[in-house]
T-cell receptor, first 115, second 114 residues
Framework: AQKVTQAQTEISVVEKEDVTLDCVYE???????LFWYKQPPSGELVFLIR??????QNEISGRYSWNFQKSTSSFNFTITASQVVDSAVYFC????????????FGTGTRLQVFP | ETGVTQTPRHLVMGMTNKKSLKCEQH?????MYWYKQSAKKPLELMFV???????ENNSVPSRFSPECPNSSHLFLHLHTLQPEDSALYLC?????????????FGEGSRLTVL
């Protein structure tokens, strides 16, 4: 069975702090996709990244970076120098590469960044 | 403006009412989804439509009835709901032909069942 665990329910930081959101997944598939989505207070989920299980290189996009470690089944997300606008709920998700219709989401981590 | 518009944004209904949620996407996508988001639970996939055809029904109770008249519009008809159906209902779309899992979501319809 596929499962995504985001153990951190809520994190609070002060602006400019770095913060890491953890994601641990379970799957029997040998090929899969991992995702992160952001849900701001307005409600819509916004796609941030998709990572193929074959590609274990870390990725950086501006203040965002992702650390994929197959050995520990983790796909962690770090925000550097956090800003108030980063306040949102962040979801990690998993899917089969041949059937992305069925995204398996975690329960989300609520990040609050205080000024 | 996300390109996916959901109405109404908020809905309160009694258990015997019949109401509908509407989703419209302006992105030219061919796949549309309904998700249910309840507090402290993972998002639950409810239905998937590809080119107006339902391709996924994730064991959803029959009191939820989807309708997809064309690739741009998706409805969720609600009748005789239960209080535990109170949740945020999210619509999403995706360009079919390249299954990437990159979904475009609406802002959701917050449903309260009394």
């Amino acid at each position: 069975a596929q499962k995504v665990t985001q153990a951190q329910t809520e994190i609070s930081v002060v602006e400019k702090e770095d913060v890491t959101l953890d994601c641990v997944y379970e799957t029997r598939d040998t090929t899969y996709y991992l995702f992160w989505y952001k849900q701001p207070p307005s409600g819509e989920l916004v796609f941030l990244i998709r990572r193929n299980s074959f590609d274990e290189q870390n990725e950086i996009s501006g203040r965002y970076s992702w650390n994929f470690q197959k050995s520990t089944s983790s796909f962690n997300f770090t925000i550097t120098a956090s800003q108030v606008v980063d306040s949102a709920v962040y979801f990690c998700a998993l899917s089969d590469v041949y059937n992305t219709d069925k995204l398996i989401f975690g329960t989300g981590t609520r990040l609050q960044v205080f000024p | 403006e996300t390109g996916v518009t959901q109405t109404p944004r908020h809905l309160v209904m009694g258990m015997t009412n019949k109401k509908s949620l509407k989703c419209e996407q302006h992105l030219g996508h061919n796949a549309m989804y309904w998700y249910k988001q309840s507090a402290k639970k993972p998002l639950e996939l409810m239905f998937v439509y590809n080119f107006k055809e339902q391709t996924e029904n994730n064991s959803v109770p029959s009191r939820f009835s989807p309708e997809c008249p064309n690739s741009s519009h998706l409805f969720l008809h609600l009748h005789t709901l239960q209080p535990e159906d109170s949740a945020l209902y999210l619509c999403a779309s995706e360009p079919r032909g390249r299954s990437t899992g990159e979904l475009f979501f609406g802002e959701g319809s917050r449903l309260t069942v009394l």
